[in-house]
Nanobody, 124 residues
Protein backbone atom coordinates (compact mmCIF):
# COMPACT_ATOMS: atom_id res chain seq x y z
CA UNK A 1 0.00 0.00 0.00
CA UNK A 2 1.43 3.33 -1.06
CA UNK A 3 1.67 5.99 1.64
CA UNK A 4 2.95 9.54 1.61
CA UNK A 5 3.30 11.27 4.96
CA UNK A 6 4.06 14.98 5.19
CA UNK A 7 5.57 16.68 8.21
CA UNK A 8 7.17 19.98 9.17
CA UNK A 9 4.24 22.35 8.88
CA UNK A 10 3.37 24.86 11.55
CA UNK A 11 2.90 28.50 12.46
CA UNK A 12 5.63 30.96 11.50
CA UNK A 13 5.95 34.71 11.25
CA UNK A 14 6.29 36.44 7.92
CA UNK A 15 9.89 36.29 6.75
CA UNK A 16 10.50 33.02 8.54
CA UNK A 17 11.33 29.57 7.22
CA UNK A 18 9.96 26.05 7.36
CA UNK A 19 11.13 22.76 5.92
CA UNK A 20 8.52 20.25 4.87
CA UNK A 21 9.30 16.57 4.49
CA UNK A 22 7.36 13.86 2.70
CA UNK A 23 8.24 10.26 3.46
CA UNK A 24 7.04 7.67 0.97
CA UNK A 25 6.47 4.00 1.71
CA UNK A 26 4.94 1.00 0.06
CA UNK A 27 7.20 1.07 -2.95
CA UNK A 28 10.33 2.77 -4.23
CA UNK A 29 9.72 6.16 -5.80
CA UNK A 30 13.20 6.82 -7.06
CA UNK A 31 12.06 6.45 -10.68
CA UNK A 32 9.18 8.90 -10.47
CA UNK A 33 8.52 12.62 -10.48
CA UNK A 34 7.30 14.16 -7.23
CA UNK A 35 5.67 17.44 -6.45
CA UNK A 36 4.35 19.77 -3.79
CA UNK A 37 0.96 21.42 -4.12
CA UNK A 38 -0.95 23.69 -1.78
CA UNK A 39 -4.53 24.62 -1.12
CA UNK A 40 -5.73 27.69 0.74
CA UNK A 41 -9.27 27.89 2.16
CA UNK A 42 -11.80 28.51 -0.57
CA UNK A 43 -9.24 28.16 -3.33
CA UNK A 44 -8.26 25.52 -5.84
CA UNK A 45 -5.30 23.27 -5.21
CA UNK A 46 -2.29 24.86 -6.90
CA UNK A 47 1.13 23.77 -7.97
CA UNK A 48 4.10 24.88 -5.87
CA UNK A 49 7.14 22.84 -6.92
CA UNK A 50 8.13 19.60 -8.63
CA UNK A 51 11.27 17.55 -9.10
CA UNK A 52 12.39 14.95 -11.59
CA UNK A 53 13.14 11.37 -10.64
CA UNK A 54 16.85 11.97 -10.11
CA UNK A 55 16.60 15.51 -8.76
CA UNK A 56 18.28 16.90 -11.86
CA UNK A 57 15.37 19.14 -12.83
CA UNK A 58 13.21 21.29 -10.60
CA UNK A 59 10.18 23.43 -11.39
CA UNK A 60 8.50 26.18 -9.40
CA UNK A 61 5.38 28.27 -9.50
CA UNK A 62 6.19 31.94 -10.12
CA UNK A 63 4.75 32.78 -6.72
CA UNK A 64 7.41 30.74 -4.87
CA UNK A 65 10.37 30.95 -7.23
CA UNK A 66 13.49 32.18 -5.46
CA UNK A 67 12.02 31.45 -2.02
CA UNK A 68 11.23 27.71 -2.08
CA UNK A 69 13.59 24.85 -2.88
CA UNK A 70 12.48 21.29 -3.61
CA UNK A 71 14.90 18.41 -3.18
CA UNK A 72 14.79 14.65 -2.75
CA UNK A 73 16.77 11.85 -1.16
CA UNK A 74 15.99 8.68 -3.06
CA UNK A 75 17.90 6.55 -0.58
CA UNK A 76 15.39 7.68 2.05
CA UNK A 77 12.38 7.76 -0.28
CA UNK A 78 11.82 11.33 0.89
CA UNK A 79 11.16 14.67 -0.79
CA UNK A 80 11.63 18.04 0.89
CA UNK A 81 10.39 21.58 0.46
CA UNK A 82 12.53 24.29 2.01
CA UNK A 83 10.45 27.45 2.34
CA UNK A 84 12.20 30.74 3.06
CA UNK A 85 10.98 34.33 3.24
CA UNK A 86 7.48 33.11 3.94
CA UNK A 87 4.56 35.43 3.31
CA UNK A 88 1.00 35.39 4.71
CA UNK A 89 -0.23 34.41 1.24
CA UNK A 90 1.76 31.17 1.55
CA UNK A 91 -0.72 30.03 4.19
CA UNK A 92 -2.27 26.77 3.00
CA UNK A 93 -2.37 23.04 3.44
CA UNK A 94 0.66 21.62 1.64
CA UNK A 95 0.44 18.24 -0.06
CA UNK A 96 3.14 16.09 -1.57
CA UNK A 97 2.33 13.85 -4.48
CA UNK A 98 3.99 11.31 -6.74
CA UNK A 99 3.46 10.89 -10.42
CA UNK A 100 4.01 7.32 -11.62
CA UNK A 101 6.18 8.37 -14.53
CA UNK A 102 9.36 10.27 -15.22
CA UNK A 103 7.72 13.23 -16.94
CA UNK A 104 7.40 16.14 -14.54
CA UNK A 105 4.08 17.95 -14.70
CA UNK A 106 2.56 20.87 -12.82
CA UNK A 107 -1.12 19.90 -12.86
CA UNK A 108 -2.48 18.08 -9.85
CA UNK A 109 -4.76 15.88 -11.95
CA UNK A 110 -1.71 14.11 -13.37
CA UNK A 111 -0.38 12.93 -10.00
CA UNK A 112 -1.31 9.50 -8.75
CA UNK A 113 -0.72 9.35 -5.01
CA UNK A 114 -1.15 12.03 -2.38
CA UNK A 115 -0.29 12.63 1.25
CA UNK A 116 -2.78 13.84 3.83
CA UNK A 117 -1.35 17.35 3.89
CA UNK A 118 0.35 19.53 6.47
CA UNK A 119 -0.86 22.97 7.53
CA UNK A 120 1.42 25.97 7.04
CA UNK A 121 0.27 29.23 8.59
CA UNK A 122 2.22 32.45 8.12
CA UNK A 123 1.28 35.34 10.37
CA UNK A 124 1.84 38.98 9.40
Amino acid sequence: QVQLVESGGGLVQAGGSLRLSCAASGRTFSSYAMGWFRQAPGKEREFAAAISWNGGNTYYADSVKGRFTISRDNAKNTVYLQMNSLKPEDTAVYYCAVRMGRLVTTTHQTYDYWGQGTQVTVSS
